[in-house]
């Protein structure tokens, strides 16, 4: 079974500093991680992905996560956090195993507030 | 080109009525799924289409939950009775099938309320 977890409910951050949105996770065969951001009354947007390669993956508006095979983690950052972050962060895990199907683990969100 | 499109946005039922959620994929997809998240919770795997066929069902969470998606096209998710715990937002999705193409792009969601 594949398990996602954010420990961080809401995360607060005041702009022009750097934002860290935690993530671990738990998958038997070689992990597939994904960060989604969802705006208020919006549907899920993705904002990147790791398959292989790299461990630091580059994304959109800035976003950078880095993946850390032995803590099992996939952390989001952002080197300057601007007001208009403000949202609900996913993190997300899928199977890479051959025939582990497609189908998204999710975490339970973090929330993302920026203050000017 | 046109992002996953899901209708109604919002549905409020009373408990035993019956709801169906409409979900458009972008064109050339022949990967759907949907999610649900409750209460704030996670979002949670429903099931996958690949085409018109179910690839994947074993989120549903019991048989009052019905998916289709005749012709490969778009795809209906009928609640039949809709109960309270039913409530939530429905998310739909859909992906590539060529290999490498990872992601899933979803729509803006169905909020679900039953009273």
């Known amino acids: 079974a594949q398990s996602v977890a954010q420990p961080e409910d809401q995360v607060n951050v005041a702009e022009g500093n750097p934002l860290t949105v935690k993530c671990t996770y738990s998958?038997?065969?070689?992990?597939?991680l994904f960060w989604y951001v969802q705006y208020p009354n919006r549907g899920l947007q993705f904002l990147l992905k790791?398959?292989?390669?790299?461990?630091l993956v580059k994304g959109s508006y800035g976003f950078e996560a880095e993946f850390n095979k032995s803590q099992t983690s996939f952390h989001l950052k952002k080197p300057s956090a601007l007001v208009s972050d403000s949202a609900l962060y996913f993190c997300?895990?899928?199977?890479?195993?051959?025939?582990?199907?497609?189908?998204?683990?999710f975490g339970t969100g973090t929330q993302l507030k920026v203050e000017l | 080109e046109a992002g996953v499109t899901q209708f109604p946005s919002h549905s409020v039922i009373e408990k035993g009525q019956t709801v169906t959620l409409r979900c458009d994929p972008i064109?050339?997809?022949?990967?759907l799924y949907w999610y649900r998240r409750v209460m704030g919770k996670e979002i949670k795997f429903l099931l996958h289409?690949?085409?018109?066929?179910?690839?994947?069902e074993s989120g549903m969470p019991n048989n009052r939950f019905l998916a289709e998606r005749t012709g490969g096209t778009y795809s209906t998710l009928k609640v039949q009775p809709a109960e309270l715990e039913d409530s939530g937002v429905y998310f739909c999705?859909?992906?590539?099938?060529?290999?490498?193409?990872?992601?899933?792009?979803f729509g803006p969601g169905t909020r679900l309320t039953v009273t």
């Open positions: 998958v038997s065969g070689n992990p597939y």
């Open positions: 289409f690949v085409k018109e066929s179910k690839q994947d």
């Open positions: 999705a859909s992906s590539y099938a060529l290999a490498g193409a990872y992601e899933q792009y």
């Open positions: 790791y398959i292989t390669g790299d461990n």
């Open positions: 064109s050339g997809h022949d990967n």
């Open positions: 997300a895990v899928r199977d890479g195993v051959t025939g582990g199907g497609n189908k998204l683990t």
